[in-house]
């Protein structure tokens, strides 16, 4: 079972890579991804397999040697990062969005130096996997949106399911997926495809204008619209 997800995660790694490049152009391609993912596999040690596994928070923008960040990358070989306005991972504006692309740039670039040089006196590791770098970016501004400067202010779900548009949809997240590739993110953690049958602002539970709307097949075709624009912005 742990190999069988191990080999999941290298998978969407692989994929996750091919976001930078060109998009396969055929099925033979796709087979070639998925062969080399399982040879990446086999490469990596077992404290590599394992790190693979986690996608972990850090606190502000220090990446310096002694950081927790490098250690978790140069040390435990964590798969990837998530970087939130909570944890003050972003500067103040208008440098918000210059200062996010260079902390990607930064962080994978610790990863490559990882494979290549003796870092803390480290063995350098086997193989070079880029970082999965996530973000939440829901629309709407605070405190659903992480980057409050520098991105082009897009709607939140609910507004977006008013419309009952599922081109509008598209065009939101083509937009998002634009801005946030071009500052290195690889991973979006959304859309929210909950559905809203009884709204209730009081309970903990309720998402309020994070979700589309309370149909869900409605739901369902306007998140698809939403990914499709995802991937088509991001290229």
């Known amino acids: ?59 502000g923008t220090d990446t310096g ?45 610790i990863e490559s130096d990882a494979t290549t040089q003796n870092l803390g006196g480290q063995v350098p590791r086997n193989i070079y996997v880029p970082l999965f770098v996530g973000l939440s970016q829901e629309g709407d501004g605070s405190p659903h949106d992480q980057i409050l400067s520098g991105l082009t202010p897009l709607p939140d779900a609910m507004a977006i399911g008013a419309t009952w548009g599922t081109d509008l949809s598209r065009q939101v997240g083509k937009v998002l997926g634009s801005e946030l590739s071009a500052l290195g993110f690889n991973m979006y953690l959304g859309p929210s495809l909950d559905v809203v049958e009884s709204p209730d602002p009081a309970a903990r539970s309720d998402l309020g204008t994070r979700v589309f709307g309370g149909d869900p097949f409605w739901v369902g075709e306007m998140g698809r619209a939403y990914v499709a624009g995802i991937h088509e912005g991001s290229n």
């Open 1 to 59: 079972m742990k190999s069988r997800r191990i080999q999941h995660w290298l998978i969407l790694l692989t994929f996750c890579a091919s976001l930078l490049g060109p998009l396969p152009a055929a099925r033979a391609q796709a087979n070639l991804q998925a062969t080399t993912a399982q040879a990446i596999l086999e490469a990596m040690t077992p404290e590599e397999r394992v790190g693979q596994l986690f996608l972990v928070t850090f606190r």
């Open 65 to 109: 040697p002694e950081s927790q960040i490098y250690d978790l990358i140069v040390n435990h070989h964590v798969g990837g990062v998530v970087l939130a306005a909570g944890n003050d991972n972003f500067i103040a504006e208008p440098e918000t969005a210059a200062g996010a692309r260079q902390l990607i740039s930064i962080l994978q670039t």
